[in-house]
T-cell receptor, first 114, second 111 residues
Framework: DAGITQSPRHKVTETGTPVTLRCHQT?????MYWYRQDPGHGLRLIHY???????DKGEVSDGYSVSRSKTEDFLLTLESATSSQTSVYFC?????????????FGQGTRLTVV | DAKTTQPNSMESNEEEPVHLPCNHS???????IHWYRQLPSQGPEYVIH???SNVNNRMASLAIAEDRKSSTLILHRATLRDAAVYYC????????????FGTGTRLQVFP
C-alpha cells in the first residue's frame, strides 16, 4: 500500500471554528490533492498541489485553504467551518500524469460540523 | 479539462463478464485514460490506465477505441467484491494534472 495517511480520521466540530486536516505521504510524490465526497456524489476536487508551495484551486475551493511547506505534508484548512462542509474528505498523491502514473488515495476523514 | 460520460449504473451476475463503457469524445492526444473504483466506505483505488493500446492487468482489461473517443473497462469474471463505483478519468500527461472525477458507474453484482 502507498504510504499516505490522513489525520484525523473522524472529527466533530462546531460551526465557526477553524479546522485543519492533514495529509502525510512517505512516497515523495510531487502531486497532492484534497477532495470532498458527499452522499450520492462523486469526488469533487477542492485544491491540489504540484510542488512545495505550489497550489491551485479545484472545483469547490470556496471556504477552504491549503498549504504545502514540505513535500510530505498537505494541509487543508477550513477557516470557519459551516454545516455545508460536513463531508468525507479524501487526500490523494501522484507522481504525475506523465507516463500515466496512478494516483493513490487515503482512507478519508469524516468531518461533521454541528 | 476533457470530460467523460458514463452510465449511472449497471448490473451483473457473479462470474459473468462486465463491460463498463466510457465516452470521451473531446480527448486530446496527451490524455491518458484512467479507471479507478471506489468500494463502499473506502477511498478510490486505481484499476488500470492506457493511452492508445489495449491494456491488461490482474484486475481488468482496458479496451480503447481506435479513435480514442471511447473506452471500455472489462472485468472478466465479476465477483461480489467488484461491486463498486467505477470512475473513468482523463489525465493530461503534459500539462495540468487536476485529476477531475465524474459521477462514475455504480456496478451491482448479484449472486
Amino acid at each position: 500500500d502507498a504510504g499516505i495517511t490522513q489525520s484525523p480520521r473522524h472529527k466533530v466540530t462546531e460551526t465557526g471554528t477553524p479546522v485543519t486536516l492533514r495529509c502525510h505521504q512517505t512516497e515523495n510524490h510531487r502531486y497532492m490533492y484534497w477532495y470532498r465526497q458527499d452522499p450520492g456524489h462523486g469526488l469533487r476536487l477542492i485544491h491540489y498541489s504540484y510542488g512545495v508551495k505550489d497550489t491551485d484551486k479545484g472545483e469547490v475551493s470556496d471556504g477552504y485553504s491549503v498549504s504545502r511547506s514540505k513535500t510530505e505534508d498537505f494541509l487543508l484548512t477550513l477557516e470557519s467551518a459551516t454545516s455545508s462542509q460536513t463531508s468525507v474528505y479524501f487526500c490523494a498523491i501522484s507522481s504525475g500524469a506523465r507516463l500515466g502514473a496512478e494516483a493513490f488515495f487515503g482512507q478519508g476523514t469524516r468531518l461533521t460540523v454541528v | 479539462d476533457a470530460k467523460t460520460t458514463q452510465p449511472n449504473s449497471m448490473e451483473s451476475n457473479e462470474e459473468e463478464p462486465v463491460h463498463l463503457p466510457c465516452n470521451h469524445s473531446t480527448i486530446s492526444g496527451t490524455d491518458y485514460i484512467h479507471w479507478y473504483r471506489q468500494l463502499p466506505s473506502q477511498g478510490p483505488e486505481y484499476v488500470i490506465h492506457g493511452l492508445t493500446s489495449n491494456v491488461n492487468n490482474r484486475m481488468a482489461s482496458l479496451a480503447i477505441a481506435e479513435d480514442r473517443k471511447s473506452s471500455t473497462l472489462i472485468l472478466h469474471r465479476a465477483t461480489l467484491r467488484d461491486a463498486a463505483v467505477y470512475y473513468c478519468i482523463l489525465r493530461d500527461g503534459y500539462n495540468t494534472d487536476k485529476l477531475i472525477f465524474g459521477t462514475g458507474t455504480r456496478l451491482q453484482v448479484f449472486p
